[in-house]
Structures are given as structure tokens and as C-alpha cells.
């Protein structure tokens, strides 16, 4: 979770697949701060409210509201946040 340093909003869904954050230099089951400001997903640590390691599983999403995305789309558009 990020957090816009001149509002106040948090945001979601910054994730990084273990293999782009270990390519950075990070270590998956450690995650810092410093290794996403590395990779330009956020501007500065301290934007960084919470981050954790989401162990690997299958998940399969389903939207009852139409996505314009598709059906197994990750996000919907049409759905805030």
C-alpha cells in the first residue's frame, strides 16, 4: 500500500511478482521498502505504508458486474477501490 504524500490517499494493487522483485535485488520473503523505490514503484520509502510477501496460489477472479476487461480480468474498472 502506497500513500500520496500531498493528500493523504492510499493506494492498492502495487504488486510485484517475486521474480521482477528478486531481479531488483530484493529477497521475496523480506520485502523493503528501498527495493520498490528501486524499481520506480514508488517515488520515496517513506510513501510506503504496508508491504508483505503474498505466498504463490491460484486464485480466479469473476466479476458479476460486467468488466469491460474481460471476465478473468485482475481488475475491474468499473469497480472503485
Known amino acids: 500500500m502506497l500513500k500520496n504524500p500531498s493528500t493523504g490517499a492510499r493506494s492498492y494493487?502495487?504488486?510485484v511478482h517475486d521474480e521482477q522483485y528478486a531481479a531488483a535485488?530484493?529477497?521475496p520473503n523480506h520485502p523493503s521498502p528501498q527495493v520498490l523505490v528501486a524499481m520506480h514503484k514508488a517515488d520515496k520509502?517513506?510513501?510506503?505504508?504496508?508491504?508483505?510477501?503474498?505466498?504463490?496460489?491460484?486464485?480466479?477472479?469473476?466479476?458479476?458486474?460486467?468488466?469491460?476487461?474481460?471476465?478473468?480480468?485482475d481488475i475491474n474498472p468499473t469497480v472503485p477501490h
Open 25 to 27: 535485488g530484493g529477497n
Open 45 to 73: 520509502t517513506a510513501d510506503v505504508v504496508r508491504m508483505f510477501h503474498f505466498p504463490a496460489l491460484w486464485d480466479l477472479p469473476v466479476w458479476v458486474k460486467p468488466n469491460p476487461n474481460g471476465a478473468f480480468a
Open 13 to 15: 494493487d502495487h504488486y
